[in-house]
Nanobody
Framework: QVQLVESGGGSVQAGGSLRLSCEASALTSCMAWFRQAPGKEREGVARINTVSGTTYVAASVKDRFTISQDHAKNAMSLAMNSLKPEDSAMYYC????????????????WGQGTQVTVSS
């Protein structure tokens, strides 16, 4: 069982920045960020293949969010810039250890989530 711990959420005004971090208790091959706002479906935000280093960021946030990894800590981060009120959601870290590293893949491990609130 892999434990995932997120940190870095909070409240910020529109146009501001936040950096989310997720640390895994063990090495995983694929890590991703998802978000879910009240009354909305969960949305994949970004993912990183921790073996190859390749990344993918959803089109809705591509010019503003960046995903990166910290090999030394089995961790990854999501740098979020130019935040908008519509980015407000609970952000979840997820990981998987086999198969394709896609946002549409099924993830085995999930963190508890960290809240991001962007005010206008």
């Amino acid at each position: 069982q892999v434990q995932l711990v997120e940190s870095g959420g909070g409240s910020v005004q529109a146009g501001g920045s936040l950096r989310l971090s997720c640390e895994a208790s063990a090495l995983t091959s694929c890590m991703a960020w998802f978000r879910q706002a009240p009354g909305k479906e969960r949305e994949g935000v970004a993912r990183i293949n921790t073996v190859s280093g390749t990344t993918y960021v959803a089109a809705s946030v591509k010019d503003r969010f960046t995903i990166s990894q910290d090999h030394a800590k089995n961790a990854m981060s999501l740098a979020m810039n130019s935040l908008k009120p519509e980015d407000s959601a609970m952000y979840y870290c997820a990981a998987r250890n086999s198969g394709a590293c896609l946002l549409s893949s099924e993830y085995n491990f999930w963190g508890q989530g960290t809240q991001v609130t962007v005010s206008s």
